[in-house]
């Protein structure tokens, strides 16, 4: 079992930066994916951006390539998505998510994550 606990969210006018957080625990591996999605009111769950736990090459959906960055701290357990250049249309619940191994077979697709965390509630005010 892996256990993810996310934080870091909040309001933000648009614009703004936030640095969301999601610490690891349990039965981790370098080789394991770990992911961010987001779900708006009303809409389904998005893939935002994923990676190799070990780290290497990271993967973005297009809606926030150049404005989010995913990136790893082996040493902390901890996965980040630094997230600048906020839009109004970013205001969702972000939710860290794991599988295990790594593969960009169906990277995006919710399905297929096995952990997830409670989610962290970002709000952007225009």
């Given at each position: 079992?892996?256990?993810?606990?996310?934080?870091?969210?909040?309001?933000v006018?648009?614009?703004?930066?936030?640095r969301?957080?999601?610490?690891?625990?349990?039965?981790?591996?370098?080789?394991?994916?770990?992911?961010?999605?987001?779900?708006?009111?009303?809409?389904?769950?998005?893939?935002?951006?994923?990676?190799?736990?070990?780290?290497?090459?990271?993967?973005?959906?297009?809606?926030?390539?150049?404005?989010?960055?995913?990136?790893?701290?082996?040493?902390?357990?901890t996965?980040?998505?630094?997230?600048?250049?906020?839009?109004?249309?970013?205001?969702?619940?972000?939710?860290?998510?794991?599988?295990?191994?790594?593969?960009?077979?169906?990277?995006?697709?919710?399905?297929?994550?096995?952990?997830?965390?409670?989610?962290?509630?970002?709000?952007?005010?225009?």
């Amino acid at each position: 079992q892996v256990q993810l606990v996310e934080s870091g969210g909040g309001l933000v006018q648009a614009g703004g930066s936030l640095r969301l957080s999601c610490a690891a625990s349990g039965r981790t591996s370098s080789s394991n994916t770990m992911g961010w999605f987001r779900q708006a009111p009303g809409k389904e769950r998005e893939f935002v951006a994923g990676m190799r736990w070990s780290g290497g090459r990271a993967y973005y959906s297009d809606s926030v390539k150049g404005r989010f960055t995913i990136s790893g701290d082996n040493a902390k357990n901890t996965v980040y998505l630094q997230m600048n250049s906020l839009k109004p249309e970013d205001t969702a619940v972000y939710y860290c998510a794991s599988r295990k191994g790594f593969t960009t077979v169906a990277f995006t697709a919710p399905h297929t994550y096995s952990y997830w965390g409670q989610g962290t509630q970002v709000t952007v005010s225009s």
